[in-house]
């Protein structure tokens, strides 16, 4: 199961890009890199994953390095709302009793600034 | 659509009783997991059931701890003679097939389990 590193905080202005690190440099071949957010109270949400191709939904745009060793989340144009705890998580290749399992680290607090 | 739906948001027990915690996927998923949330700490993946099965099961506690996923209904997740470390946010997703697949989970917004 691949680890993940983010740093445990980053800040924001609002209306600006927040661009979202992950580390995950011992990812294998059919590894997924997913993206979740949590914000207080509330369950995770979903927001993108990827595999090797910069991918791009209506919330949010995955970068994900050549060699898959480390990847970024950009939030566009941050809003307050999006103030919000975030995950990156790499899914356990096929095969074992697992599969499912998403494996949730620290995350990185999110702080977008008025 | 509606998403996942979990009952109830806050539910409160003394110590000895039962929880019985409800899940209801979203439309067109039939495969369910739960996590649980300890105050300020991470969320722990628990079980993860397909219907009527248990398909990894391995971050449940040993005791007090069940769950089930019948043909028809919602997942319940059921913990006896509760005790104040059960005190957490339980949270249930699910998708429409195993992460492995690479289906997203989609949570729901959790039940907040308080022991007295």
């Known amino acids: 199961d691949a680890k993940t590193t983010q740093p445990p905080s980053m800040d924001c202005a609002e209306g600006r890009a927040a661009n979202l690190p992950c580390n995950h440099s011992?990812?294998?071949?059919?590894?997924?890199v997913y993206w979740y957010r949590q914000i207080h109270s509330q369950g995770p949400q979903y927001i993108i994953h990827?595999?090797?191709n910069n991918e791009t939904n209506e919330m949010a745009s995955l970068i994900i390095t050549e060699d898959r060793k480390s990847s970024t989340l950009i939030l566009p144009h941050a809003t307050l709302r999006d103030t919000a705890v975030y995950y990156c998580i790499v899914s356990r290749s096929a095969g074992g009793t697992s599969y499912g399992k998403l494996t949730f680290g620290q995350g990185t607090i999110l702080t977008v600034h008025p | 659509n509606a998403g996942v739906m979990q009952n109830p948001r806050h539910l409160v027990r003394r110590r000895g009783q039962e929880a019985r915690l409800r899940c209801s996927p979203m439309k067109g998923h039939s495969h369910v997991y739960w996590y649980r949330q300890l105050p300020e700490e991470g969320l722990k993946f628990m079980v993860y059931?397909?219907?009527?099965?248990?398909?990894?099961e391995s971050g449940m506690p040993k005791e007090r701890f069940s769950a089930e996923f019948p043909k028809e209904g919602p997942s319940i997740l059921r913990i006896q003679q509760v005790v104040r470390g059960d005190s957490a946010a339980y949270f249930c997703a699910s998708s429409r097939g195993p992460t492995v697949t690479h289906q997203p989970q989609h949570f729901g917004d959790g039940t907040r389990l308080s022991i007295l």
């Open positions: 990827g595999l090797k």
């Open positions: 059931l397909q219907k009527e099965n248990i398909i990894d």
């Open positions: 011992t990812i294998s071949g059919n590894e997924y």
